[in-house]
């Protein structure tokens, strides 16, 4: 059982390069996540989604955009990336709203 | 706005020397706090959920305990595998989203053979 699965697990850009993180997961949960962590600071919230063709903005969702077009997928997306989105990228499933979470291993991303 | 603060920021412990996590919150409408635990270069894995003060719950040498105002992450005879980063979390009234959730910055404990 795979449960979340994140791709790639390190990448390197240039600023304004763009690029798409993979998250998939075969929990058939309907919520996903993905969340930012950088030192010193909490997971971070970027972008929710429901369910299928949904998303939502989360607590830091500039610079950053997401699709879920089939359930068990879940894109984030950085269309011209910043140096201030290096940092590491965890994308996570739950099966309800409050239910605990199920995270990848996460995405480590280099802006230079 | 909700907030989660854990201390200390940093524990090193003995083998077998016994200690507790803090979690302080205030969580409008609290649905659930939530403990994880992450090791170096990997996500973070559930550990418990509590819901009420008053809740415990128990996992091997983990106790996690909840009050109005604070929960405990209590680690009793620890061994070196227990090493590693914990996460406290406040799932909080959102709206009816699914964004309500707060994380503290964690406790990096260090146990020392």
């Known amino acids: 059982n795979a449960g979340v699965t994140q791709t790639p697990k390190f990448r390197v850009l240039k600023t304004g390069q763009s690029m798409t993180l993979l998250c998939a997961q075969d929990m058939n949960h309907e919520y996903m996540y993905w969340y930012r962590q950088d030192p010193g600071m909490g997971l971070r919230l970027i972008h929710y989604s429901v369910g299928e063709g949904t998303t939502a903005k989360g607590e830091v969702p500039d610079g950053y955009n997401v699709s879920r077009l089939k359930k068990q997928n879940f894109l984030l997306g950085l269309e011209s990336a910043a140096p201030s989105q290096t940092s590491v990228y965890f994308c996570a499933s739950s099966r309800t709203a409050t239910g605990e979470l199920f995270f990848g291993e996460g995405s480590r991303l280099t802006v230079l | ?113």
């Open chain 2, 1 to 113: 706005e909700d907030q989660v603060t854990q201390s200390p920021e940093a524990l090193r412990l003995q083998e077998g020397e016994s200690s507790s996590l803090n979690c302080s919150y205030t969580v409008s409408g609290l649905r659930g706090l939530f403990w994880y635990r992450q090791d170096p270069g990997k996500g973070p894995e559930f550990l418990f959920t509590l819901y009420s003060a008053g809740e415990e719950k128990e996992k091997e040498r983990l106790k996690a305990t909840l009050t109005k105002k604070e929960s405990f992450l209590h680690i009793t005879a620890p061994k070196p595998e227990d090493s590693a980063t914990y996460l406290c979390a406040g799932n909080g009234y959102s709206g009816g989203g699914a964004d309500g959730l707060t994380f503290g910055k964690g406790t990096h404990l260090i146990i020392q053979p």
